[in-house]
């Protein structure tokens, strides 16, 4: 069998953290499959990412990537938030809702020492940030437990931050890649570039490893990028519909549909620009909206929308995160889908 060191795996597969859409048994089915299953813990509470840990860590230990995002903590904004919601006040009264209260806390946390002292116990393998890195203090306390530390680059001039600032390797994050931008040097998205024109401009510019991510959703795609240079290869919108994904109904609704071949980037759902399919919310609004409150404000005054409109069965206001390639995308087991990836290599 082959054995990449890198991950500690036994495929140089990375199933994406994907927040909202997955949890452990998604992770686990990755891993024992022989790739990186991956726990995006930013979004969950320590009760919950306790919980979680405890299922991924059960019996022996195992290999496995947690992820954190490590954005600033915004300052609210009374008058921006309220200018934000004035703009869905259309909405809410054609659903005859109520607008929520401005400030309500950010269901998205910055990694701090709270989760530290969580998964401390545990000591997993990798440990990978979203939107730059901790502060140090919290890298050496990371770093004590003998974890590798990941973090995604979307643009060559962040690889060579992430290098000197000491990661064990660069997720190069392409712009066909579902979700959220791990932009962090500048807010600019016409910096960013597609996968397979970045892949090797940061495999040149940088020594550590790098993983390939975005719009990579099969064999093919698995191939091209470990003959560009890559290390690993992360994948997320092809695990969204098998079984062991937390996926919505309206989210799998979306995916099966034509729909899901209409991506773009879009602020609306959090404050930052993530790529999801296009739905009413995102033609109507934005996609880029400059109303939209810092990362993560804004997805309070969306979110009584979203509740409204997926409780009669419709994604027109939910973040349906989907890369740009979706033929990957099968109702078939994670663990199947793993090792079809790597089926050309």
């Given at each position: 069998?082959?054995n990449?060191a890198?991950l500690?795996?036994?495929l140089?597969?990375?199933?994406?953290?994907m927040?909202?859409?997955?949890l452990?048994g998604?992770?686990?089915a990755v891993?024992?499959?022989?790739g990186l299953?991956?726990l995006p813990?930013?979004?969950?509470s320590?009760q919950a990412?306790?919980?979680?840990?405890?299922k991924l860590?059960?019996?022996?230990?195992r290999?496995?990537?947690?992820n954190?995002?490590?954005h600033a903590?915004?300052?609210i904004d009374?008058e921006?938030?309220?200018r934000?919601v004035?703009?869905?006040?259309?909405?809410?009264a054609e659903?005859?809702?109520t607008a929520?209260?401005?400030g309500?806390?950010?269901?998205r946390q910055?990694f701090?020492?709270?989760h530290?002292?969580?998964?401390?116990?545990?000591a997993?393998?990798?440990?990978s940030?979203?939107?730059g890195?901790?502060g140090?203090g919290?890298?050496?306390r990371i770093?004590?437990?003998?974890?590798?530390i990941f973090?995604?680059?979307?643009t060559?001039?962040?690889?060579?931050?992430l290098?000197?600032?000491?990661?064990?390797a660069?997720i190069a994050?392409?712009?066909?890649?579902?979700?959220?931008?791990?932009?962090?040097l500048?807010t600019?998205?016409?910096l960013?570039?597609?996968?397979?024109?970045?892949?090797?401009?940061?495999?040149?510019a940088?020594?550590?490893?790098?993983i390939?991510?975005g719009?990579?959703?099969d064999?093919?795609g698995?191939r091209?990028?470990?003959?560009l240079g890559?290390?690993?290869?992360?994948?997320?919108t092809?695990?969204?519909l098998?079984?062991?994904a937390?996926?919505?109904?309206v989210h799998r609704a979306?995916?099966?549909s034509?729909?899901?071949?209409y991506?773009?980037?879009?602020?609306?759902?959090?404050?930052?620009?993530?790529r999801g399919?296009?739905?009413?919310?995102?033609?109507e609004l934005?996609p880029?909206?400059?109303l939209?409150?810092?990362f993560?404000l804004?997805t309070?005054?969306?979110?009584?929308?979203?509740?409204h409109?997926?409780?009669k069965g419709?994604g027109?206001?939910?973040?349906l995160?989907?890369?740009?390639?979706?033929?990957g995308?099968?109702?078939i087991?994670?663990?199947e889908?793993?090792?079809?990836?790597?089926?050309?290599l």
């Amino acid at each position: 069998m082959m054995n990449f060191a890198l991950l500690g795996t036994e495929l140089p597969i990375i199933q994406a953290p994907m927040a909202g859409a997955q949890l452990s048994g998604l992770a686990l089915a990755v891993g024992a499959a022989g790739g990186l299953g991956s726990l995006p813990a930013a979004m969950l509470s320590p009760q919950a990412l306790q919980a979680e840990m405890g299922k991924l860590f059960a019996g022996s230990r195992r290999h496995v990537n947690i992820n954190f995002f490590c954005h600033a903590a915004p300052v609210i904004d009374h008058e921006r938030e309220g200018r934000w919601v004035q703009a869905l006040q259309r909405y809410y009264a054609e659903f005859g809702l109520t607008a929520p209260q401005i400030g309500a806390p950010p269901a998205r946390q910055p990694f701090s020492e709270a989760h530290a002292d969580v998964i401390e116990p545990y000591a997993p393998s990798i440990v990978s940030f979203h939107f730059g890195l901790p502060g140090v203090g919290l890298m050496r306390r990371i770093r004590s437990w003998d974890a590798k530390i990941f973090s995604s680059a979307t643009t060559v001039a962040e690889a060579r931050w992430l290098e000197a600032h000491g990661v064990d390797a660069i997720i190069a994050q392409g712009l066909e890649a579902g979700g959220h931008r791990g932009h962090f040097l500048s807010t600019d998205i016409s910096l960013q570039s597609g996968t397979f024109a970045l892949l090797p401009q940061i495999v040149a510019a940088v020594k550590v490893p790098v993983i390939a991510a975005g719009g990579i959703a099969d064999a093919h795609g698995v191939r091209a990028a470990m003959a560009l240079g890559a290390s690993a290869v992360q994948v997320g919108t092809a695990f969204l519909l098998c079984p062991e994904a937390e996926t919505s109904a309206v989210h799998r609704a979306a995916l099966r549909s034509a729909a899901a071949s209409y991506t773009d980037l879009t602020n609306i759902f959090t404050g930052r620009p993530a790529r999801g399919i296009l739905n009413r919310a995102m033609r109507e609004l934005g996609p880029m909206s400059p109303l939209a409150p810092a990362f993560p404000l804004a997805t309070n005054a969306i979110a009584p929308l979203r509740q409204h409109a997926e409780a009669k069965g419709s994604g027109e206001f939910s973040p349906l995160w989907a890369g740009q390639n979706v033929r990957g995308c099968r109702e078939i087991p994670a663990g199947e889908l793993t090792r079809e990836l790597v089926r050309l290599l």
